[in-house]
């Protein structure tokens, strides 16, 4: 049976990838992140992800490969991606298919310009 842990942006899989099938493993973990292409991703904020994935694997070595210690991995990597995105490191794809905006509302950066044309006209 395939182990596996599903977020709103973060699937994890006790599996490895052999032509493109998951193939369950007691030792591998196979991360998917942001499946339903919510968010614009750089290189370096994905990047981010994988290496706090990497992070919270190794916290874990030794433990038991079981649902609970997946669930707390993916839970992590949520909250790590929503960190992101408060920080304005990726944003809404707002040409993605889903707009339910789950992280939280984007944030409208104005411009100082548009700012004081608007003051001066009031």
Do not use: C
């Not at 942006?9 to 998917?32: K, Q, W």
């Not at 290189?43 to 997946?70: C, I, M, P, S, T």
């Amino acid at each position: 049976m395939l182990l596996k842990s599903t977020t709103r942006h973060v699937r994890l899989f006790a599996a490895e990838i052999r032509d493109n099938e998951l193939v369950p493993s007691d030792s591998v973990l196979t991360l998917d992140v942001d499946p339903d292409n919510e968010f614009n991703w750089s290189e370096e904020a994905l990047q981010q992800v994988y290496r706090e994935f990497d992070r919270l694997v190794e916290l874990y070595d030794g433990a038991e490969l079981v649902d609970y210690n997946l669930r707390r991995i993916g839970s992590d990597l949520e909250h790590f991606i929503r960190t992101l995105l408060q920080n304005g490191e990726i944003s809404y794809n707002l040409k993605s298919r889903v707009m339910n905006y789950s992280m939280g509302l984007p944030q409208v950066v104005t411009n100082q310009s548009d700012q004081a044309d608007q003051s001066e006209s009031s």
